[in-house]
């Protein structure tokens, strides 16, 4: 079993910064890829960023330049260091990880920008 914990989430002005982690704990081989998601109410949901084992990484349009994503798997975690944040970026943050054979989501995170 893997459980996901993430970090860092909260309340910012717009144009400030968070960074969120997610550290998986359990029985884990390895980690292939890792990624934060986004729910808004109202909203679809969106994959932000995703990272993989070898260091690719891949951002949603609306975050480009803005956020970076990055991992340490000596410690199976993941970072989603988000800059000059915006209302609309106001949401509840999931990592997911995708370990050989199945997949894990974290509890979610709530980020909230207000304008």
């Known amino acids: 079993q893997v459980q996901l914990v993430e970090s860092g989430g909260g309340l910012v002005q717009a144009g400030g910064s968070l960074r969120l982690s997610c550290a998986a704990s359990?029985?884990?081989?390895?980690?292939?890829?890792m990624s934060w998601h986004r729910q808004a109410p109202g909203k679809q949901h969106e994959l932000v960023a995703s990272i993989t084992s070898g260091g690719t990484t891949n951002f949603a349009d609306s975050v480009k330049g803005r956020f970076t994503i990055s991992r340490d798997n000596a410690k199976n975690t993941v970072y989603l260091q988000m800059n000059s944040l915006k209302p609309e970026d106001t949401a509840v943050y999931y990592c997911?990880?995708?370990?050989?054979?199945?997949?894990?989501w974290g509890q979610g995170t709530q980020v909230t920008v207000s304008s």
């Open positions: 359990g029985n884990i081989f390895r980690i292939n890829v």
């Open positions: 997911f990880m995708v370990v050989p054979g199945s997949g894990y």
